[in-house]
């Protein structure tokens, strides 16, 4: 059983430009969530995706987009980069029917 | 939305001392409470859980406890040691995680 992979490990950025990140689930998992995560602060949840839908969104604006393809893995899309996205960005995945998330290595984001 | 408080955001303890850290909630519909470790360099990891139907849950020298009405939870570590040390976060769900700002726990050997 693979666990949750992310990539890129780390990225740096300047303002203004656009940011895909990338995460691959648990086998198995069809949920993933997407969190932001400043220095010193908690998790902040971003979106969740379930099937490919998007059914929940945390109070993130609406340059922060993302996607699930078939296979349950997603994608987080930053347009329009401030300096204040600078954070580490982690996903994690879950079965639709398990409350129990399983985190992957997260990538850390720098914006200049 | 959901709002998690967490205290305290750091706590110093001596090997074998207990630790306890508190969180509370503010939406009645959160019915999963986790609590996780973070690590430096690791991922985050679920370390115990408990859900609203339960008032209290034990796995070896951890335990957490949940108060529905006052909308409350707790972690407690009995007989820490300094491979303990870490940052701990609370989380509420109902279907959404949301997370307290974390404890940075430190235990001195």
């Known amino acids: 059983e693979t666990g949750v992979t992310q990539s890129p490990t780390h990225l740096i950025k300047t303002r203004g430009q656009q940011v895909t990140l990338r995460c691959s689930s648990q086998?198995?998992?069809?949920?993933v969530s997407w969190y932001q995560q400043a220095l010193g602060q908690g998790p902040q949840f971003i979106f969740q995706?379930?099937?490919?839908?998007?059914?929940g969104r945390g109070n993130f604006p609406p340059r922060f987009s993302g996607l699930q393809f078939p296979n349950y893995s997603s994608e987080l899309n930053v347009n329009a980069l401030e300096l204040d996205d600078s954070a580490l960005y982690l996903c994690?995945?879950?079965?639709?029917?398990?409350?129990?998330?399983?985190f992957g290595p997260g990538t850390r984001l720098t914006v200049l | 939305g959901e709002n998690v408080e967490q205290h305290p955001s750091t706590l110093s303890v001596q090997e074998g001392d207990s630790a306890v850290i508190k969180c509370t909630y503010s939406?009645?519909?959160?019915?999963?409470f986790p609590w996780y470790k973070q690590e430096l360099g690791k991922r985050t990891q679920l370390i115990i859980d408990?859900?609203?139907?339960?008032g209290e849950k034990k796995d070896q020298r951890i335990a957490v406890t949940l108060n529905k009405t006052a909308k409350h939870f707790s972690l407690h570590i009995t007989e820490t040691q300094p491979e303990d040390s870490a940052v701990y976060f609370c989380?509420?769900?109902?279907?959404?995680?949301?997370f307290g700002s974390g404890t940075k726990l430190n235990v001195k050997p």
């Open positions: 994690a995945s879950r079965s639709g029917i398990s409350d129990t998330q399983y």
């Open positions: 086998s198995g998992h069809n949920t």
């Open positions: 995706y379930y099937r490919e839908e998007e059914n």
């Open positions: 939406d009645s519909a959160s019915n999963y």
């Open positions: 408990i859900r609203s139907n339960v």
């Open positions: 989380a509420a769900s109902f279907n959404k995680f949301y």
